[in-house]
């Protein structure tokens, strides 16, 4: 299965410091690999809080789990340990990437100290994920049919990790297709009856308008996508409803 | 109490169409207040997941809850009628709502339909939170102790609610101060022995450093701010801290 969630993790997200642009990076990438992301939530470095996460993705049999954030040598970031201690699996030091922390403090000028260290603390039996762009390393962790995919917050790492690990750990599914249609000039009210329509026709795709507005001038996205990812035929239905959506507002559509 | 959550309906969310830039403004004005946010969830417009996320809530003691998404006139725009389900709140057509809808589409050159009328029914009961930029009205419903703030997707008339009535019902706390500094020329790593001696002296407050990079430069970004915002001192015990890293850094920070 194919049932995905995404987590970030950290304090400044929650006092809207910083735009979680983490998680829609990742939840387009798995879109677009056929995969399901059903929440994405945002919660603070606290023990209780990430444990929780943890335990209702667990609860909710969703497959793929990806944290994002807290994985940093300051005494708040503990996503590692906390992960670690709620699934109930043992720490330890890994040395190679101890070396590889202290090379890297050299290279920058920097004293490696124990907080640096913390790095390297990570689940025994974990698959490391290496971190292209940063110090901290990511972890793959296979939990009891979870799989969790540990990573940074800065987002030029985690980047880095989905492209270098994640996108060869987890094969398209080549059940995936969509269709972006732009409708000028008609409201979101006169496209609701068509879109009702084909949406009742098409149980395995998924229509939606999105209003937007720019320089004064209203349009609409229509966005035509498929949501069950285990149909064989959604990726023809997504074709055959952006054809009924082209013969009725042929006129109004920018190309 | 002041324990507010923030949830983000809709499918382009978590199919990583959509930044949920909504959650980072509302998150950022309740932090100003002195408000505390618990957690940020993005779901689907699907009415078990919006259903659990209000049952959460209530099971979670959140005091303030703040929907966007999910209240246009398009079949899968079901916040409103979910809502409403799930809390037993009997739904009713507003008729001034609905008097200003059709108004709305006869100046805007658009047919006035059913559709339209579904943005015009509410929970019976509920105060109407205007929308000064664009067709759906919000929600402030009261239920035993949980107050929920419902909200449209659409940022420029989320905001809008957000300036003209949000921040008239919750006042300002004063329970709240923050410190910025930026730092260069030194790792997180050299940083985090002091990060820590201050979070061990003053339990109430908060500091966190994020490494920034910027046209290849590397940055700190310190954050010091008010995180309990029950203790009276808070306030001044950020100013301590502040101060502290001044004296220890003084060379390395950015005015």
Known sequence: MNVCRIIGIGNELLIGDVVNTNATHIAKFLNKQGYFVDKIICIRDDYKAISDA????????????FTTGGLGPTYDDITMESIAKVLGLELEVNEEIVL????????????????????????KGCDIIPNGKGAAPGAD??????RIFVMPGVPTEMKDMIKNYISHSL????????????????????????????????KDIYIKS??????????????????????EKA?????????????????????
Chains 1, 2 share one sequence.
């Open 210 to 231: 999105h209003p937007r507005l720019r320089r004064g001038k209203y349009y609409i996205v229509l966005h035509i996508y498929v949501y069950d990812t285990l149909s």
């Open 54 to 65: 943890i335990l209702e993705a667990k609860k909710d049999h969703v497959n793929y789990l």
């Open 100 to 123: 590889k922390l202290k090379a890297r403090a050299v290279a920058r000028g920097h004293a490696f100290s124990e907080a640096s260290k913390k790095m390297a603390i990570l689940p």
């Open 141 to 146: 962790i296979k939990y009891d049919g979870l």
């Open 171 to 202: 094969p398209n599914l080549g059940r995936y297709y969509q269709k972006k249609i732009i409708i000028e000039g008609i409201g979101e009210s006169g496209l609701a009856q068509s879109i009702k329509e084909i949406a009742s026709k098409y």
């Open 235 to 255: 990726v023809e239905h997504v074709k055959e409803a952006a054809k009924i959506i082209s013969t009725r507002f042929g006129q109004h559509i920018q190309s």
